[in-house]
């Protein structure tokens, strides 16, 4: 069975940083992607960012230059940086994690991340 433990989401101004962290354990066989998407209220889920075990990365183009992921591959864990904040980043955001022969894909329980103006 496969756990994904988010954390360090929270209330900041706009302007500010947080890190979300996803730490993946369980029975988790070639990890092949790891990755943040959000959903606003009213809103469809949306990518973030991803990153592949060997370290592409890719972003949504509204937060590029903001964002950072990065993994750490002895860890089974991803992080998120969010530099540069704004109101329109409020949202839950997931964690993903896709593994195994046939890429599967598990979600994460979501954090919340709320940006005041």
């Known amino acids: 069975q496969v756990q994904l433990v988010e954390s360090g989401g929270g209330l900041v101004q706009a302007g500010g940083s947080l890190r979300l962290s996803c730490a993946a354990s369980?029975?988790?066989?070639?990890?092949?992607?790891m990755g943040w998407y959000r959903q606003a209220p009213g809103k469809q889920r949306e990518l973030v960012a991803h990153?592949?075990?060997?370290?592409?990365?890719n972003y949504a183009d509204s937060v590029k230059g903001r964002f950072t992921i990065s993994r750490d591959n002895a860890k089974n864990t991803v992080y998120l940086q969010m530099n540069s904040l704004k109101p329109e980043d409020t949202a839950v955001y997931y964690c993903?994690?896709?593994?195994?022969?046939?890429?599967?894909?598990?979600w994460g329980q979501g954090t919340q991340v709320t940006v005041s103006s």
């Open positions: 990153i592949t075990r060997g370290g592409s990365t």
């Open positions: 993903l994690l896709t593994y195994g022969s046939t890429w599967s894909d598990y």
């Open positions: 369980g029975r988790i066989i070639s990890i092949k992607v």
